[in-house]
């Protein structure tokens, strides 16, 4: 059964869809374990979720490195006493190379965040959820997941392996108290383009004469996802603008 005040932990929170899903389960009575590598932007964003009666632990983590997950969830379950539902959100997208040009520093940066720190952050967070006794584990996958594009064939190979992880984990987990939702947004307007991209005007660009999900619209399909009656597992959730019919940008509605 759902605790009166079930504690949320998430990946990536100092900016876009994690801190996004932060407010939102904040306004929904969870507490929250926060986390990501700018630990100054999480460490405000916790005082502002306090301020508004959650409790909050946030601390540095980067999850490309084993020892700072192990930390970080060991940590956030001491001092909050349980940890129930993890949104294992921290990734991102490295330049548009094709395949056989990527350098191996973007190769790395994506496989190790998007795929083994996903990984890594279930190992071991998963023993809290279980010891708790009620959970769910939420991936934010991503169209790229579903649908691969010239110049993003790393990124949508990792998100990819999202969606293959996810399903593993849903038959892996069947018949525990424990849900899995994999949340797989199309365009949404964050920083991921300007960490992809290097550049503002190219990342404004990508979302130039159509509207993108903001963040916030995604945090919803996460709360949705966790609110709903026990009964219920969504299992994935592709969500994307209403000006994006396609799972790549092949098909955008661009206003001139
Ligand atoms: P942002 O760039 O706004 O946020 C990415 C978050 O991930 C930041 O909080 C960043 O924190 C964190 N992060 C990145 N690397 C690490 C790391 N090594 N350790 C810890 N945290 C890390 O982009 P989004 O909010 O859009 O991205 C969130 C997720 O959503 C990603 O998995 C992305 O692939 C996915 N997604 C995004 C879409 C989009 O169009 N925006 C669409 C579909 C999926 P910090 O840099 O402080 O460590
Ligand atoms: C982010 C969406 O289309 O830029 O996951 O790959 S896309």
């Known amino acids: 059964m759902r605790p009166d005040r079930p504690v949320a932990l998430i990946t990536g929170a100092s900016s876009g869809i994690g801190e996004a899903v932060a ?13 990501a590598r700018r630990v100054d932007r999480v460490e405000a964003l916790a005082s502002e ?13 980067d999850t490309r490195e084993t020892a700072s997950i192990e930390a970080f969830v060991a940590a956030a379950a001491s001092a909050l006493g349980a940890l129930h539902v993890i949104v294992a959100n921290a ?25 083994e720190g996903v990984v890594k952050t279930i190992r071991y967070a998963l023993p809290e959820v279980r010891k708790a006794g ?6 934010i996958g991503s169209t790229a997941g579903h649908q691969s594009y010239e110049g993003g064939g790393v990124y949508c190979a990792s998100k990819h392996g999202i969606k293959a992880l996810a399903h593993a984990l849903r038959l892996e987990l069947c018949g525990e108290p424990i849900r899995v939702t994999s949340v797989d947004p199309g365009m949404v307007d964050t920083e991921f383009s300007l960490v992809r991209l290097k550049d503002a005007d190219r990342a404004t660009a ?47 509605a661009r206003k001139a």
Not at 93 to 113: C, N, Q, S, Y
Not at 134 to 139: L, S
Request: charged fraction near 25%; proline fraction near 4%.
């Open 23 to 35: 407010r939102t389960l904040a306004e929904a009575g969870f507490d929250l374990a926060l986390g």
């Open 91 to 115: 990734g991102l997208a490295r330049g548009l190379d094709k395949v056989w040009e990527i350098p191996d520093a973007d190769l790395e940066a994506m496989l190790r965040t998007n795929v």
């Open 49 to 61: 979720l306090r301020a508004k009666g959650a409790r909050v632990f946030a601390a540095k983590v």
């Open 206 to 252: 990508v979302y130039a004469g159509m509207e993108p999900l903001r963040a916030s619209d995604v945090a919803e399909c996460v709360r949705w996802s966790v609110m709903l009656p026990e009964r219920v597992n969504v299992d994935e959730v592709i969500v994307k603008p209403k000006d994006q019919a396609s799972h790549t940008g092949a098909k955008v």
């Open 134 to 139: 009620w959970g769910h584990i939420i991936f």
